[in-house]
């Protein structure tokens, strides 16, 4: 199992442009969840899926923020329009039914300028 | 509000002397604590759920224990290896299945 994969690895992009992160999280589990990861505010939920259902979004800071999952393979996360304070890392995850335990990719850091 | 506070901040060991790191947490009704690994530019590794006031879990060095109003990851003759960032989590029965909030966690370095 090649766990979640996260693309892109490192994002540089201008203040006002439109940035995409996308994820796939193991086959089989049925959770999906988008963190962001600063030196201030530690690790924070963004939004999470269920069965490709969106269930908590109370995390997304704004309404530039939005996240879709299309199917059970496939997630993103996109920023429209991207602002400085918008840099970080951006996690995604995916756990089973049970949640034991979530599988976190390598993680996308994102650098707004 | 649910919250998770994580000391100390920083540890600095040397190879072979033992320690442990606190997980303070208040939460509307524990499913339960997680003890997660984060390396440098990696994402944070699962190690470890407590589910019951006096469960404890080991893996190789590491042991977490668990009360109702705090974690403690025990480190038993720490390595440089053990050098990391670790994490510790809540998940509250309130929650719809799975969020987690996370403390700001401990970095530990172990020096040889």
């Known amino acids: 199992d090649a766990g979640v994969i996260q693309s892109p690895r490192h994002e540089v992009t201008e203040m006002g442009q439109e940035v995409t992160l996308r994820c796939k999280p193991i086959?089989?589990?049925?959770?999906l969840f988008w963190y962001r990861q600063t030196m201030m505010r530690g690790l924070e939920l963004l939004i999470y899926?269920?069965?490709?259902?969106?269930?908590?979004d109370s995390g997304m800071p704004e309404d530039r923020f939005s996240a879709k999952m299309p199917n059970a393979s496939f997630s993103t996360l996109k920023i429209q329009p991207s602002e400085p304070r918008d840099s970080a890392v951006y996690f995604c995850?995916?756990?089973?039914?049970?949640?034991?335990?979530?599988?976190f990719g390598s993680g996308t850091r994102l650098t707004v300028v | 509000e649910d919250q998770v506070t994580q000391s100390p901040e920083a540890l600095r060991l040397q190879e072979g002397e033992s320690s442990s790191l606190n997980c303070s947490y208040t939460?509307?009704?524990?499913?339960?604590l997680f003890w997660y690994r984060q390396d440098p530019g990696k994402g944070p590794e699962f190690l470890f759920t407590?589910?019951?006031a006096g469960e404890e879990k080991e893996k190789e060095r590491l042991k977490a224990t668990l009360t109702k109003k705090e974690s403690f990851l025990h480190i038993t003759a720490p390595k440089p290896e053990d050098s990391a960032t670790y994490l510790c989590?809540?998940?509250?029965?309130?929650?719809?299945?799975?969020?987690?909030?996370f403390g700001q966690g401990t970095e530990l370095s172990v020096k040889p």
């Open positions: 989590a809540v998940q509250a029965f309130s929650n719809q299945g799975g969020k987690l909030i």
């Open positions: 995850a995916s756990s089973p039914p049970i949640n034991y335990g979530y599988t």
């Open positions: 407590l589910y019951s």
């Open positions: 086959s089989g589990h049925d959770y």
């Open positions: 899926f269920n069965n490709n259902v969106p269930i908590d």
């Open positions: 939460v509307s009704g524990l499913r339960g």
